[in-house]
């Protein structure tokens, strides 16, 4: 079973930049579609990006889209979400996750393990 950690959180003024890793063990995560996910407070989880085993190909939602950055580093089992232009309202709990399936999917139910979360506040 993999194990996945997340790190990199903070709290970050409007504008700012941060960067999450991703870090798995107990199993590679080299032949693995993986994806991060985030959840505002009172809201539900929302896809963010995913990216394919290779790193060549990337899907990221549109609120993302042109200020976030998925990639991954597989001889170091680690995925990573860098952040630019942060804005309040990507204040959430991220989570990264391997997929199940062969595709840079957004539903959530085709990921099979889920770290615990890095927490992001955006605010003045």
């Known amino acids: 079973q993999v194990h996945l950690a997340e790190s990199g959180g903070g709290l970050v003024q409007p504008g700012g930049s941060l960067r999450l890793s991703c870090v798995a063990s107990?199993?590679?995560?080299?032949?693995?579609?993986m994806g991060w996910f985030r959840q505002a407070p009172g809201k539900g989880r929302e896809f963010v990006a995913a990216i394919s085993w290779s790193g060549s190909n990337t899907n990221y939602a549109d609120s993302v889209k042109g200020r976030f950055t998925i990639s991954r580093d597989n001889a170091k089992n680690t995925v990573y979400l860098q952040m630019n232009s942060l804005k309040p309202e990507d204040t959430a709990d991220y989570y990264c996750?391997?997929?199940?399936?062969?595709?840079?999917?957004?539903?959530?139910?085709?990921?099979?393990?889920w770290g615990q979360g890095t927490q992001v506040t955006v605010s003045s």
């Open positions: 107990g199993r590679t995560i080299s032949s693995y579609i």
């Open positions: 996750a391997r997929s199940t399936m062969g595709r840079t999917s957004s539903r959530d139910y085709e990921y099979d393990s």
